[in-house]
Structure formats: C-alpha cells, structure tokens
C-alpha cells in the first residue's frame, strides 16, 4: 500500500477526519488567540508611550512658543510694568497663578521690592504654599520656562509626617522668586 491510500483510508473514517479536523481548527484558534493578544500587547504599550510622550510635552508650555517648532518662549524677557511696585505685582501674580493652576493654594506672600539685588533691577517674591508632588516639579519648570524670565533663588520644602511612608499629602513650599525689571524710562 502506498502512502497516499493509507491516508485516504485513514481520512475516510468520520470519526477520525472529526478528530483530525477539530485539531486543525483548534490549532488555528490559538494561531490567532496568540496574535490577537500580542497585538493587544503591544497595543497597550503604544498607549503607555503615548501617555508618556503627553505627559513629557505637557510640561513645555506650547502657549509661549513664537511659530510652530520653535523652542523660545514669546514675550518679554523682562517683567512688565511702569513702575517697581507694578512690576512686583505681575510677579506675584504670575507665581500665583502658576501654584493655583496647578492644584495648589498661596497662604502667604510678600513682595521684595528692597533686596541685595534690587540695584541691579531685580525684584524679588517670597511665597509659601502648598502643593502635592507632581505639581511641584512641574511648578519649578513653569516658573523657570517660561517668559518672563524668572529665576528660583530659594526653596524650602517641608513634607507632612506621614510623607516618607505613603508619599502622599501635600508639601509646605517656601519659594523665593526673582525677576528682572526694567524701569521704562
């Protein structure tokens, strides 16, 4: 007998072509079972670089970019105001408004119109707030990035007792900023 008639002999027997035809069909089934979890796999790591990319250019302000692709931050280099305590104004609030922003609340502030600096022009703002975190980093990169240009001279954290084991609450910061004004004569 040759090969081909055993096979023909060995098909045509219905409960064995049913057993040979549902391991063929089962075999197929988890052919596709495993590619349709490999590309969910992969999938779900698309979306986690994608959330990762999001999260990494959300922390660049596009709002202070001049024209498409370019990386300066538009406005005045200098903080506006025609006079000194105008200008310590629109740094209190735009420090302000960067921790509130963010989920954080001022308790205090206090502008320094007289400081070790001031005769170069520089105006200084000593605000202490609270804010979790996250929002802190991306506070200290909102300040710094964008225009005008501010400088943190100091930071003072103080975390709740509990921080170091569950790393949640919200940290006591102590922010000293510092701007350039130029008197516009």
């Known amino acids: 007998m040759n090969q081909s008639a055993t096979l023909r002999k060995f098909v045509s027997q219905p409960l064995v072509a049913a057993a040979l035809y549902a391991a063929v069909v089962s075999a197929l089934a988890f052919v596709v079972a495993s590619c349709v979890s490999d590309i969910m796999s992969q999938h779900a790591d698309v ?10 250019e959300g922390r660049r302000p596009l ?11 538009a406005g005045a280099p200098f903080l506006e105001g025609t006079t000194v ?20 609340n001022v308790l205090s502030s206090q502008v ?8 170069a022009g520089f105006l200084s703002i000593i605000a202490s707030c609270e804010i979790d975190q996250p929002g802190l980093q991306r ?8 225009m005008p240009y501010l400088f943190i001279d100091q ?4 975390s709740p007792p509990n921080f170091a084991a569950s790393g949640e609450g919200r940290l006591r910061v102590l ?11």
């Not at 202070?64 to 692709?69: A, K, T």
């Not at 200008?87 to 735009?94: D, F, W």
């Not at 506070?139 to 964008?146: K, R, S, T």
Request: charged letters at 15%.
């Open 47 to 56: 979306a986690a670089s994608a959330a990762m990319l999001e999260q990494l």
């Open 63 to 73: 709002a202070h970019s001049r024209e498409p692709g370019s990386g300066a931050p």
């Open 85 to 104: 305590t105008v200008a310590g104004a629109v740094l209190l609030q735009r420090v302000s408004a960067a921790v509130t922003k963010l989920g954080g």
């Open 112 to 119: 320094e119109l007289q400081g070790s600096q001031s005769k």
């Open 139 to 146: 506070l200290l990169y909102d300040i710094e990035a964008g």
């Open 155 to 158: 930071l003072v954290l103080q």
């Open 175 to 185: 922010l000293t900023v510092s701007g350039q004004w130029q008197n516009p004569k």
